[in-house]
């Protein structure tokens, strides 16, 4: 199977960075697209960033200039430079690889990981 496990949230004050990381495990034979997606208490969880595995990004309208997403294809990790955080960046966060195929075989699987909390504090 694959796992994707996030690392990196806390609780930081408004105006400060943070870096997210999320680790793909398992067995995996490539992965395409990775992204960031994360959801506010009472709110849809909507896409923050994404990255292909040639390195093309896509932003939310909401983080563009502050958020930064990359990745390590050797390490099949992708992580996410969050700058200027600000209050309403709140939320869990969670890594996502919609399109992943399993080693020694031809089986696409989409896996998300478990989520990992930010609070920015005004």
């Known amino acids: 199977q694959v796992q994707l496990v996030e690392s990196g949230g806390g609780l930081v004050q408004a105006g400060t960075s943070l870096r997210l990381s999320c680790a793909a495990s398992g067995s995996i034979f490539s992965i395409d697209a990775m992204g960031w997606y994360r959801q506010a208490p009472g709110k849809q969880r909507e896409l923050v960033a994404s990255i292909t595995s040639g390195g093309s990004t896509n932003y939310a309208d909401s983080v563009k200039g502050r958020f930064t997403i990359s990745r390590d294809n050797t390490k099949n990790t992708v992580y996410l430079q969050m700058n200027s955080l600000k209050p309403e960046d709140t939320a869990v966060y969670y890594c996502?690889?919609?399109?992943?195929?399993?080693?020694?075989?031809?089986?696409?699987?989409?896996?998300w990981g478990q989520g990992t909390l930010v609070t920015v504090s005004s």
């Open positions: 996502t690889a919609p399109s992943v195929v399993v080693a020694g075989t031809w089986v696409h699987v989409e896996v």
